[in-house]
C-alpha cells in the first residue's frame, strides 16, 4: 500500500532547504493519520520529559508525527517553487493525502 506522501514527494523534485511545510490536526484524528502510513515519533529524549510541549526544532520531518494533548504535527520539506503557487498549500494537501476537515492549521516556515 503506498504511504500518503508518496504522491507528493514523487510530484516534486526540487526541494527548498531553508523552509518546511507544517501542518496541524486535530488529535480525534489519530487514527486516520496512522492509516495513512505515519508512525509516532517518540524521542529517547522527549521519553523523559514531562512537559508534552513540542518545538518546531525537535519536529520530525514526514513519515512521522510529534503529537501533545491538543493536536499532532506533522513536517513535511517543501518544493523551491512553494510561494510562485498562491493555493500551494491546498495542492499540499491534497498530495499528501490529508482531508481539510482534519487540519486545524498549516503554514510554510524557516527552518
Known amino acids: 500500500m503506498p504511504n500518503s ?4 514527494f514523487s510530484h516534486y523534485s526540487d526541494w527548498d532547504d531553508a523552509h518546511c511545510f507544517n501542518v496541524k490536526i486535530e ?9 495513512l502510513g ?14 508534552k510541549y ?6 520530525p520531518i ?3 508525527y510529534a503529537k501533545n494533548n491538543n493536536e499532532i504535527l506533522l513536517s513535511f520539506d517543501v518544493p523551491y517553487d512553494w510561494s510562485i503557487d498562491t493555493d ?17 492549521d498549516s503554514s510554510v516556515e524557516d527552518k
Do not use: H, N, P
Request: net charge negative; aromatic share 16%; hydrophobic share 40%.
Open 5 to 8: 506522501w508518496d504522491q507528493y
Open 27 to 35: 488529535l480525534k484524528f489519530e487514527d486516520e493519520i496512522k492509516r
Open 38 to 51: 505515519y508512525t509516532e515519533y517518540l524521542s529517547s529524549d522527549d521519553i523523559y520529559l514531562e512537559s
Open 54 to 59: 513540542i518545538s518546531i526544532e525537535t519536529l
Open 62 to 64: 514526514s513519515k512521522t
Open 88 to 104: 500551494w498549500e491546498d495542492k499540499a494537501l491534497v498530495l499528501l493525502g490529508l482531508c481539510e476537515e482534519w487540519v486545524i
